[in-house]
């Protein structure tokens, strides 16, 4: 067996007419790739997620169309920028299931908080003690209706 050589510690530097280039399209699709990420991770705060996936979907197509454009293509940037695109579209939908399972638990919520009154209501008229009262309030209001009537009735013959 021979002794393994030991790897350098990291690669020498490239010369300044190398041929790899990093164009603007790739930081668009990195770009693209993050915001969709972020649309993901903030799907409980949904104008949050819908700004962060608006954003993602135009540089994700921005950077897919200058990548089209470019001649040499680079598949590793045209996947990130779908990446961010599909990860956008993802968070949005997580964020509207949310938003929608919320109302649907609020409207639910209330339709049993009505029951619950209209059950007590029935209660309270089966209560002989809550119909005494009931029948008292309504003597006084129409006791307070007929002194209205009677104290409007010497205005109007004074009007005529």
Not at 10 to 37: C, K, M, N
Not at 58 to 80: D, E, I, K
Not at 127 to 143: G, H, I, S
């Amino acid at each position: 067996m021979e002794p393994l050589e030991p790897r350098p510690q990291h690669e020498p530097p490239l010369p300044a007419d190398s041929p790899i280039t990093v164009r603007p399209s790739d930081g668009l699709a990195v770009a693209s790739l993050v915001l969709g990420i972020l649309a993901c991770i903030s799907f409980w705060i949904f104008p949050v997620c819908a700004i962060f996936a608006v954003v993602s979907v135009l540089l994700g197509r921005v950077a897919q169309r200058r990548m089209r454009q470019a001649t040499p293509l680079r598949p590793a940037a045209r996947s990130w920028a779908t990446a961010g695109i599909v990860l956008s579209f993802s968070g949005v939908l997580l964020s509207s299931a949310l938003l929608g399972s919320c109302y649907c638990l609020v409207q639910d919520a209330a339709k049993k908080g009505q029951l619950e009154f209209s059950k007590e209501i029935q209660d309270l008229e089966k209560d002989p003690e809550f119909k005494r009262q009931l029948e008292e309030l309504r003597k006084d209001v129409k006791a307070l209706d007929e002194q209205k009537n009677e104290a409007q009735k010497p205005d109007d013959n004074e009007n005529e």
